[in-house]
C-alpha cells in the first residue's frame, strides 16, 4: 500500500501537515517497490510488513538527517557513551549529516528484530544496503528540509522551556522510526490518566515518564541503557549544557527487588537489596517512596518485599508501573 502525504504527517506533531511531506512519502513507495522487486533473491523481504518497516526506516532516516531533528544523532550519543567509540568510527568516509552505508544496514536489521542473526541474513542484509544506499545517497541531494518542525524544538531550548523541548523530542522517537512506542501510545496516554486520577500526581508527568521509559526500553534492543541515559543522550544531541543540567534531576531505578523497612501514611521506607547491573550504587541504599505512587489493594508492613522500578521526579520517589510483593524474601527462595 502507498502512503500519501497524509498519512506521513502523521509522524509529526499534532498530525500537521509539512509541504516536505510528500517527497518523503514518495520516496518511501519508491524504495518499497525496489524492496518488492527484490523480494525473491533475498528471504528477509519475503514478508510485506518487513518491506514496508525498512521502507518507512529508511525514508525517515533521510528526512531526519537532511532536517537535523537529531534522532539518529542521539543513537550515535548512546552508542558512544555506552562503548566508548564512535558510531561508524572504523570508516573514515563516515558523515553524521549525510547518507551513510552502516546507518542503512542497521536500519533494516533493527527493522528484522524477529530474525534469528544467522550469517545468510547478515550478508542478505549487507547486499539490501548495497540497494538502497544509491538510492537514499541521491534522495539526499535532493530532499527538502523540515525546517518548521527543527525550529519548535530550537524555540523551545532556546526559552529555557526544557520540559517541553525533551518531552517533544521524546515524541519523536516515540512517533519516528527508532523506537516502537507508537504502537501503544494511547495505552500510555489511558496509563497516565488512570495513574493521576488514582494518585493524584499530574498528568503530564506521568506522561512524560512512560514516554521516556519505553522510548528507552525500545533502545534496549539495540543497548542497555536507563532512561536517565536516554534523557541525557538527547540533551547531548542538541549541545545543550543547561538542559543536561536540569535533566540530572531524572534518575530511574530499574526493576530491583526492595525490603520495606517503614510504613507511614505518606510514604514507605525502603531498602534495595537487588538490582541490576545497570544501576550500580542502588544495592544497600533506603529510599522514600512515595506512598501515592503505589497501587495498593492490601496493606503492607516493614519486613514485606516487593520488586518494582522507580523513578525520581517532582524531587520524590516513586514507584514506577505496578509493584509485585511478597511476603518472603524472593531471592532466598530461588
Known amino acids: 500500500m502507498n502512503k500519501s502525504a497524509r498519512e506521513w504527517a502523521k509522524c509529526h506533531i499534532d498530525d500537521h501537515h509539512f509541504k516536505s511531506d ?9 524504495l518499497m517497490n525496489v524492496l518488492t522487486d527484490a523480494k525473491r533473491r533475498f528471504t528477509i523481504l519475503a514478508n510485506p510488513a ?13 528526512e531526519d538527517t537532511v532536517s537535523g531533528f ?14 566508548g567509540s564512535k558510531w561508524g568510527e572504523g570508516n573514515e568516509d563516515y558523515l553524521d549529516d549525510e547518507v551513510n552505508l552502516e546507518d542503512i544496514s542497521f536500519l533494516i536489521s533493527h527493522s528484522l528484530y524477529d530474525t534469528s542473526a544467522s550469517d545468510e541474513a547478515s ?33 523551545l531550548i532556546s526559552g529555557d522551556r526544557y520540559d517541553d523541548a525533551v518531552s517533544l523530542m521524546i515524541w519523536f522517537f516515540t512517533r519516528c522510526y527508532l523506537t516502537r512506542v507508537e504502537d501503544a501510545e494511547r495505552d500510555l496516554e489511558n496509563s497516565a490518566t488512570e495513574y493521576s486520577r488514582e494518585t493524584g500526581l499530574p498528568y503530564r508527568q506521568l506522561l512524560f515518564t512512560l514516554k521516556c521509559n519505553g522510548a528507552s526500553e525500545c533502545l534496549l534492543s ?6 536517565a541515559e536516554f534523557l541525557a543522550a538527547l540533551a547531548a544531541t542538541y549541545g545543550c549544557e543547561r538542559m543536561q543540567s536540569h535533566l540530572e534531576s531524572s534518575v530511574y531505578i530499574p526493576t530491583s527487588v526492595f525490603e520495606i523497612l517503614e510504613v507511614s ?7 534495595c537489596i537487588q538490582t541490576e547491573e545497570i544501576a550500580p550504587g542502588a544495592e544497600g541504599v533506603v529510599f522514600e517512596i512515595s506512598r501515592d505512587s503505589f497501587h495498593l489493594t492490601r496493606d503492607v508492613t516493614p519486613g514485606m518485599y516487593f520488586t518494582g522500578a522507580l523513578m525520581r521526579y517532582a524531587d520524590c520517589w ?13 531471592l532466598e527462595s530461588r
Open 222 to 227: 539495540v543497548m542497555k541503557l536507563r532512561p
Open 50 to 62: 518487513v518491506r514496508r518497516g525498512i521502507s518507512f526506516l529508511c525514508a525517515a532516516y533521510l
Open 70 to 83: 537529531g534522532i539518529f544523532q542521539t543513537f550515535r550519543n548512546i552508542y558512544e557513551s555506552r562503548n
Open 265 to 271: 501514611q505518606g510514604s514507605i521506607h525502603a531498602r
Open 318 to 330: 516513586n514507584l514506577n508501573g505496578m509493584a509485585i510483593f511478597n511476603t518472603e524474601n524472593p
Open 22 to 30: 510528500i517527497y518523503y512519502a514518495r520516496l518511501e513507495n519508491r
Open 123 to 155: 550478508a542478505q542484509i549487507i547486499a539490501v544496503s548495497g540497494i538502497l544506499f544509491p538510492i537514499l545517497t541521491q534522495a539526499w541531494e535532493s530532499a527538502p528540509e523540515c525546517s518548521e518542525m527543527r525550529a519548535v524544538i530550537s524555540s
